[in-house]
């Protein structure tokens, strides 16, 4: 069965970097993209990106600027990194397997940014 | 960037009654739309995709519809689990975007 855990800090302050790190469990991660999603809270779905085990990325334009995503084959992990955070930043964020459908999801870790 | 918008936002129905939620696109999306389920505190879960494709495991009575612009799912005969938020999202063109959302209640 497929599992991913997201893991990192749930209070980043304002104008620094968010990093969270996504863990994958029986699958390997060279095998699929792996996509980050956040969800602020009451509010939709915003898809932040995704990363091919080859480090191949595709971003959202509207975060494209301040986003990194990058791949641990070795550990079966990808990571994200939202810098200059603001308290629009503040989601819960998932990490999930695909490009296209996302078909399993972390449970999500809330990230709150705040002084 | 392609804009999804789902109708009704929010629904009342009770068990057992045909629910059937629309997503539109602000674009032709051909049938690359996908759907979700969403349970308080849980992360989404992938129901329908490419329109129409049931994944493994989720009952048949969820059911996808529809091209182009216009898409729909229904819920032949609602179960007390399927009270939940329901987004679709399509996957034509980046940025990938999601409706806002249908709650069931």
């Known amino acids: 069965q497929v599992q991913l855990q997201e893991s990192g800090p749930g209070l980043v302050k304002p104008s620094e970097t968010l990093s969270l790190t996504c863990t994958v469990s029986g699958d390997s991660i060279s095998s699929y993209y792996w996509s980050w999603i956040r969800q602020s809270p009451g509010k939709e779905l915003e898809w932040i990106g995704y990363i091919y085990y080859s480090g191949s990325t595709n971003y959202n334009p509207s975060l494209k600027s301040r986003v990194t995503i990058s791949v641990d084959t070795s550990k079966n992990q990808f990571s994200l990194k939202v810098s200059s955070v603001t308290a629009a930043d503040t989601a819960v964020y998932y990490c999930?397997?695909?490009?296209?459908?996302?078909?399993?999801w972390g449970q999500g870790t809330l990230v709150t940014v705040s002084s | 960037d392609i804009q999804m918008t789902q109708s009704p936002s929010s629904l009342s129905a009770s068990v057992g009654d045909r629910v059937t939620i629309t997503c539109r696109a602000s674009?032709?999306?051909?049938?690359?739309l996908n759907w979700y389920q969403q349970k308080p505190g849980k992360a989404p879960k992938l129901l329908i995709s490419?329109?129409?494709s049931l994944q493994s495991g989720v009952p048949s009575r969820f059911s996808g519809s529809g091209s182009g612009t216009d898409f729909t799912l229904t819920i032949s005969s609602l179960q007390p689990e399927d009270f939940a938020t329901y987004y679709c999202q399509q996957t034509y063109s980046f940025p990938r975007t999601f409706g806002q959302g249908t709650r069931l209640e």
């Open positions: 999930a397997r695909g490009a296209h459908q996302l078909d399993y």
């Open positions: 674009q032709s999306i051909s049938t690359f």
């Open positions: 490419v329109t129409s």
